[in-house]
């Protein structure tokens, strides 16, 4: 009787063996059904097989049944608390459900157990990457590299660490390495091309995404890392196209609706781009940056009020979220609340201290109030934090014009040029400068630079004919205010100017014509109705003249003295 038993169980060993290879087998090739299949017979036959509960885990882990998984690799580790292949293998289940402090935790008594494991030194630095604590990713990293220089996993992972840490160098040079290694890893094809896009260096970005998608042609990360890379390079369209890619192969993917919502925007097709946006928001009622993305499109609309709500919805959800606080100041701005503007713009800094962006646009708020040396405070620290932001410079060399500091704002202005001598606008500000320096030569000389740049740039061409017009030279400044305006007719000022430039020629019907102009884009302009009384004056339409004069006073401007008395003079009247 005794040797049938141990006939029977030889026999049984035998069968449990050839199931758990067979399933074994099957789960190394990707046939979940099969591999559970297979070890489930082993595990009918014999109930304490520590190694086939945890091979029909992984199987389960590889069909995303994670809790199935988490069963039997939690009863394998009761039958065989020193398997270190369950405990790593839970780890990764673990770090899949985004318990991450779990994972961590086995992947620790993993490698009390066998420390030289260089699996779960790999697989512990994926969560601490997932985790943002890059440096304990790359020590990982590092570790596993000791023991096995060849491991092409762990060179890819510590690349998109150092991604992740702005060594952008350094991550090229880790994924080169992994593609030495292995030329057809997609993954070291895809984290490189990351790091290329953040160098700005698009075209290797997108070959490298290229060979990765020919790898796998089914990877929508990678379409839409190559959609961001082709938006950086201002190829919308291909950006779209990716976008709409990885949305084919995943209809949820929250990131790449934002991202064609960006390309949508950067196209100004706003409507669209707020679709996207919306789809987002469907998908994840909690995702602050697809509200400030809406926000900032409602902005680009004019739909100001909606901005601000998206906005609010942003800060509400990440409290934190400097760059909202930043944009909704912006909005502030453009509806003339400038006090909130600055609030937002606090709000920024004391989040992002090295905010540059929200010290220049602060210290455009309160140039705006007139209040020109807190101003320049913000733009000295915003110089102090990028000393090569050529738009700071020039809009300290604007506040510094506003205190009658000229010889300062050339300077700025002058410095913005050096950094970028592309840049029209400190062309014309500089210009702007010199003219109040009366040095008119030397600021149509930087408005005529200002025009070579941007031929319809209209405030030049205003402004150059004011200085041809300090100059007497009547005809060259009525020629450019007539550019100005064709240019852009809602533009109020050339339309005053060539008034002034009329009257000097003693045009006066047509100073009148550019005067009710003027009014009809400007209602309220004083200055309008005060220069409009001038023309009538010198016509001889007294009364006109002096219901001109009531309707500047009425709105605050003083007339000049010298004009009222030349006015009473020659009507007759008082007033």
């Known amino acids: 009787m005794g040797v049938v038993v141990c006939l029977f169980l030889i026999g049984c060993e035998t069968t449990c063996l050839d199931y758990f290879n067979r399933g074994t087998a099957y789960a190394e090739k990707g046939l979940y059904d099969d591999a559970i299949s297979e070890l489930s017979k082993a595990l009918e036959i014999n109930p304490t097989y520590a ?31 020193r398997d270190v292949k369950a405990y790593n293998n839970r780890g990764i289940v673990y770090g899949t459900k985004g318990q991450y402090d779990e994972a961590i935790s086995d992947y620790n008594k993993a490698l009390e157990i066998d420390p030289r494991l260089d699996a779960a030194y790999v697989n512990r630095g994926n969560v601490y990457l997932l985790k943002e604590q890059l440096d304990q990713a790359i020590l990982d990293f590092n570790k596993a590299l000791e023991m096995n220089p060849r491991l092409v996993e762990a060179y890819t992972n510590q690349g998109a660490a150092y991604t992740a840490k702005g060594q952008y160098d350094q991550a090229i040079s880790d994924c080169s390495k992994a593609l030495e290694l292995s030329s057809m890893d997609a993954k070291a094809y895809s984290n490189r091309g990351v790091a290329y896009a953040a160098k700005g260096q698009y075209e290797l970005a997108i070959s490298d995404f290229d060979k990765a998608l020919q790898i796998n042609p089914t990877e929508a990360k990678v379409y839409h890392n190559r959609g961001k890379a082709h938006r950086g390079k201002g190829q919308y369209d291909w950006a779209i196209s990716d976008y709409t890619k990885a949305l ?8 790449s609706y934002i991202g064609r919502g960006l390309a949508y925007k950067d196209k100004g097709q706003y409507d669209r781009a707020i679709s996207d946006y919306n789809k987002a928001i469907e998908i994840n009622p909690k995702d602050a940056e697809a509200y400030g993305n809406r926000a900032n ?3 680009a609309k004019g739909q100001y009020d909606r901005a601000i709500s998206d906005y609010n919805k942003a800060i509400e959800i990440n409290p934190r979220d400097a760059e909202s606080y930043y944009n909704r100041g912006n909005t502030f701005s453009a ?3 400038y006090d909130r503007a600055i609030t937002d713009f606090n709000e920024a800094i004391e989040i992002n201290p090295r905010y540059t962006d929200a010290y220049n646009n602060r210290g455009n708020a309160y140039t705006t109030k007139r209040q020109y040396d807190r101003a320049i405070l913000d733009y000295n620290k915003a110089i102090e934090i990028n000393p090569r932001d050529a738009v700071v410079y020039n809009n300290r060399g604007n506040a510094y014009r506003a205190k009658e500091y000229y010889d300062q704002a050339i300077s700025d202005h002058t410095k913005a040029l050096e950094i970028n001598p592309g840049y029209a606008t400190a062309y014309l500000n500089r210009g702007i400068a010199y003219d109040a320096k009366g040095e008119y030569d030397q600021a149509i000389s930087d408005w005529n630079k200002a025009l070579e740049i941007n031929p319809w740039y209209a405030e030049a061409y205003n402004n150059r004919g004011f200085a041809y017009y300090h100059k007497g030279e009547y005809d060259r400044a009525i020629l450019d205010y007539n550019r100005a305006i064709a240019i852009n007719p809602k533009y109020a000022n050339p339309y005053g100017n060539r008034g002034i430039a009329h009257v000097a020629k003693g045009r006066y019907d047509q100073a009148i014509l550019d005067y009710n102009k003027l009014l009809e884009i ?3 302009s004083a200055e309008a109705y005060s220069y409009r ?3 009538y004056y010198h016509k001889e339409e007294y009364d006109k003249a002096w219901e001109d ?17 030349d006015l009473q003079n020659t009507s007759g009247r008082e007033k």
């Open 533 to 535: 009384a001038v023309a």
């Open 248 to 255: 084919e192969i995943s209809p949820r993917y929250v990131d």
């Open 522 to 524: 400007i209602p309220r």
């Open 297 to 299: 499109a409602y902005d």
């Open 51 to 81: 190694e086939a509960y945890r091979n029909r885990g992984v199987a389960y882990a590889g069909k995303g049944q994670y809790d199935l998984a988490m069963s039997d690799l939690n009863k394998a580790l009761e039958i065989n608390p």
């Open 549 to 565: 004069v009531y309707k500047a006073q009425s709105l605050g401007h003083r007339v000049k003295p010298g004009f009222l008395q």
């Open 335 to 337: 509806i003339g609340q």
